[in-house]
Protein backbone atom coordinates (compact mmCIF):
# COMPACT_ATOMS: atom_id res chain seq x y z
CA UNK A 1 0.00 0.00 0.00
CA UNK A 2 1.19 3.42 -0.88
CA UNK A 3 1.05 6.57 1.22
CA UNK A 4 0.90 10.00 -0.61
CA UNK A 5 3.13 12.67 1.09
CA UNK A 6 2.93 16.12 -0.20
CA UNK A 7 6.56 17.98 0.42
CA UNK A 8 7.61 21.94 -0.11
CA UNK A 9 10.21 22.95 -0.78
CA UNK A 10 10.54 26.90 -1.64
CA UNK A 11 7.84 27.33 -4.47
CA UNK A 12 7.66 23.48 -5.49
CA UNK A 13 4.95 21.12 -4.42
CA UNK A 14 5.56 17.45 -4.79
CA UNK A 15 3.75 14.51 -4.32
CA UNK A 16 5.62 11.31 -3.06
CA UNK A 17 4.33 7.93 -2.85
CA UNK A 18 6.01 5.91 -0.11
CA UNK A 19 5.45 1.98 0.94
CA UNK A 20 4.76 1.33 4.15
CA UNK A 21 8.11 -0.20 4.86
CA UNK A 22 9.37 2.98 3.93
CA UNK A 23 7.74 5.10 6.48
CA UNK A 24 8.45 2.36 8.97
CA UNK A 25 12.02 3.02 8.26
CA UNK A 26 11.78 6.75 8.36
CA UNK A 27 10.01 6.26 11.28
CA UNK A 28 12.36 3.92 13.41
CA UNK A 29 15.42 6.34 11.64
CA UNK A 30 13.37 9.59 12.87
CA UNK A 31 12.96 8.25 17.02
CA UNK A 32 16.57 7.53 17.26
CA UNK A 33 17.60 10.95 15.91
CA UNK A 34 15.16 12.17 18.59
CA UNK A 35 17.10 10.20 21.46
CA UNK A 36 20.41 11.31 20.21
CA UNK A 37 19.25 14.93 20.12
CA UNK A 38 18.06 14.66 24.01
CA UNK A 39 21.38 12.46 24.80
CA UNK A 40 23.93 15.11 23.26
CA UNK A 41 21.44 17.70 24.88
CA UNK A 42 22.19 16.54 28.56
CA UNK A 43 25.95 16.02 27.36
CA UNK A 44 25.90 19.83 26.57
CA UNK A 45 24.04 20.59 29.79
CA UNK A 46 26.55 19.12 31.96
CA UNK A 47 29.79 20.58 30.05
CA UNK A 48 28.02 23.52 30.53
CA UNK A 49 27.51 23.19 34.56
CA UNK A 50 30.99 22.43 34.16
CA UNK A 51 31.90 25.60 32.57
CA UNK A 52 30.35 27.46 35.05
CA UNK A 53 31.77 25.58 37.98
CA UNK A 54 35.62 26.30 36.58
CA UNK A 55 35.45 29.71 36.93
CA UNK A 56 37.95 31.15 38.80
CA UNK A 57 40.05 28.12 38.88
CA UNK A 58 43.64 28.06 38.16
CA UNK A 59 43.71 25.58 35.34
CA UNK A 60 46.92 24.42 32.61
CA UNK A 61 47.37 26.56 29.71
CA UNK A 62 45.94 22.88 27.51
CA UNK A 63 43.07 22.64 29.72
CA UNK A 64 42.21 26.55 29.55
CA UNK A 65 42.09 26.17 25.46
CA UNK A 66 39.70 23.53 25.45
CA UNK A 67 37.28 25.29 28.19
CA UNK A 68 37.08 27.97 26.02
CA UNK A 69 36.64 26.35 22.98
CA UNK A 70 33.73 24.20 24.96
CA UNK A 71 32.37 27.31 26.42
CA UNK A 72 31.85 29.49 22.31
CA UNK A 73 30.77 26.61 21.32
CA UNK A 74 27.82 26.63 24.53
CA UNK A 75 27.69 30.32 23.81
CA UNK A 76 26.76 29.75 20.35
CA UNK A 77 23.40 27.25 21.10
CA UNK A 78 19.99 29.01 20.78
CA UNK A 79 19.14 29.70 24.41
CA UNK A 80 15.82 27.82 24.16
CA UNK A 81 17.86 24.84 23.51
CA UNK A 82 20.25 25.41 26.20
CA UNK A 83 17.54 25.96 28.61
CA UNK A 84 16.45 22.26 27.66
CA UNK A 85 19.35 20.75 27.76
CA UNK A 86 20.24 21.90 31.22
CA UNK A 87 16.69 21.52 32.31
CA UNK A 88 17.37 17.43 30.88
CA UNK A 89 20.64 16.97 32.58
CA UNK A 90 19.10 18.38 35.79
CA UNK A 91 16.76 15.47 35.66
CA UNK A 92 18.74 12.95 35.72
Known amino acids: MNNIVMTK ?3 ET ?3 AFQENEIAM ?3 ELEM ?3 EDTRLKKIVG ?3 LFISRLEGEVLP ?3 VVAGLALA ?3 DEMPDDT ?3 ALQLYQAN
Open 82 to 84: MCE
Open 14 to 16: RFV
Open 33 to 35: MLE
Open 46 to 48: AAA
Open 72 to 74: RLI
Open 9 to 11: AGN
Open 26 to 28: LRT
Open 61 to 63: KGT
